[in-house]
Nanobody, 116 residues
Framework: QVQLMESGGGLVQPGGSLRLSCGAS????????MAWYRQAPAEQREWVAT???????DYDDSVKGRFTISRDTAQNMVYLEMNRLVPEDTAIYYC??????????WGRGVQVIVSS
């Protein structure tokens, strides 16, 4: 059974940093294209960052230069380093694993609140 679980969220002041983690049972992340999404209050879920199987990365313009997506194959973990956080980053953050065969898996989400 496949399960993805995010962790590392919480409350942080503007300008601060957080590192989100995504672990999984039932799959190996190196077989998937990994991504982070977020959903802010009263808004649609939006894509944040992607890490492909080939280890290329891409970021939404809103987080480019501030966020870094990475993978630790040995630990079967994917991370999202978030720096210089602003209130607009407040959202539920979701980990997603996307297989080239056309299926994928979602984590349950973790809350990030950026507020003074």
């Amino acid at each position: 059974q496949v399960q993805l679980m995010e962790s590392g969220g919480g409350l942080v002041q503007p300008g601060g940093s957080l590192r989100l983690s995504c672990g999984a049972s039932g799959i190996r992340f190196e077989k998937f294209n990994m991504a982070w999404y977020r959903q802010a209050p009263a808004e649609q879920r939006e894509w944040v960052a992607t890490l492909t199987r080939e280890e290329t990365t891409d970021y939404d313009d809103s987080v480019k230069g501030r966020f870094t997506i990475s993978r630790d194959t040995a630990q079967n973990m994917v991370y999202l380093e978030m720096n210089r956080l602003v209130p607009e980053d407040t959202a539920i953050y979701y980990c997603h694993a996307d297989h080239d065969d056309g299926y994928g898996f979602w984590g349950r989400g973790v809350q990030v609140i950026v507020s003074s």
